[in-house]
């Protein structure tokens, strides 16, 4: 561990930097001298502000819950709304929360966020009791990240993950196939799935610059996507198991970055369980949720 507090990682050319107060983000990954994942500026760090590291983990549940309200088991909850002047609750909490390090090596770091309702002010951060994991391996080919939530409430609890990593959109090309994608109104609220419009097409690799503004969730995307930038010869091939069956794909004109996000459940899935494959998970107490996602790293040829 640095002074900082950041854990470096290596592994042939690959580093990997994880700061466990930032939610446990990823704040640099790299091959040599070429960023991987985005570049985190310094104040990423020195602000405490997750949303500019290169990726982190969305637990206890993925993307928005409308109006940051739901209802379980008969009873209604009110979660914070802590995206800036969004109405929603985002990523869970487990992206604003200092991690604990578990275990750390040359290529390897386990973290653990243990987190209690009873404490003050945590309860409208999430309802139930959860221990959450992370176990980060950097190898000479990839990085993966292995995902756990264990209810440690006395009741049951809807429970779901998802992964954020961030990518430079200068010279990226991207690739995926989805069946479908869910529309949004202009809350960014889910609406109705619907055929992949050519503007998002990617079943064949495509510029990310030709792409048309895009924040929505995809289904069945058979837990692969690639990531090409053919000026630096980097290939990232990204391989989710089976469990996250939805991917989240964010690209804007304004912004010099784009995201790739594998998630497990559907956009404000604690408030849709009677939607088909939600994707959200019911953990009785003691139960686990459990899934990998790697990132293996090659060469464009």
Request: glycine share 8%; net charge negative.
């Amino acid at each position: 561990m640095t002074v900082d507090g950041v854990l470096d990682l290596r592994a042939g050319s690959l580093v990997a930097r994880i700061a466990p107060q930032l939610g446990g983000a990823i704040v640099d990954f790299r091959r040599g001298e070429t960023a991987i994942f985005r570049n985190t500026p310094p104040e990423a760090l020195t602000q405490m502000k997750p949303t500019l590291a290169g990726s982190y983990a969305m637990i206890p549940f993925s993307n928005r819950v409308a109006d940051a309200r739901f209802s379980f088991g008969g009873t209604a909850f009110e979660l914070a709304r802590n995206f800036g002047e969004s109405p929603h609750a985002i990523h869970g909490n487990g992206w604003q929360r200092a991690w604990q390090v578990a275990e750390a090596g040359p290529s390897a770091a386990r973290l653990i966020l243990d987190h209690d309702p009873a404490e003050p002010g945590r309860a409208r951060e999430w309802p139930f009791a959860y221990l959450a994991e992370q176990h980060i391996i950097l190898t000479a080919d990839g990085l993966s990240v292995a995902l756990a939530i264990e209810n440690r409430d006395a009741s049951a609890m809807p429970a779901g993950f998802g992964l954020h990593p961030y990518f430079d959109k200068t010279g990226a090309a991207l690739r995926f196939t989805a069946r479908s994608v869910w529309q949004s109104d202009a809350r960014l609220i889910p609406t109705e799935r619907a055929a992949v419009p050519a503007g998002w097409a990617c079943e064949t690799m495509r510029e990310v610059a030709t792409m048309e503004a895009v924040d929505h969730l995809f289904e069945d995307w058979g837990g692969w996507a690639e990531i090409v930038y053919p000026d630096q010869d980097l290939a990232i091939a990204i391989r989710a198991d089976p469990i996250f069956s939805k991917l989240v794909v964010f690209r804007a004109d304004e912004r010099s970055f784009f995201a790739v996000e594998p998630v497990t459940h559907i956009v404000d899935a604690v408030n849709r369980l009677t939607t088909p494959d939600h994707g959200l998970a019911i953990l009785a107490p003691g139960a686990r949720l459990v899934g990998t996602v790697r990132f293996e790293i090659g060469s464009c040829a």
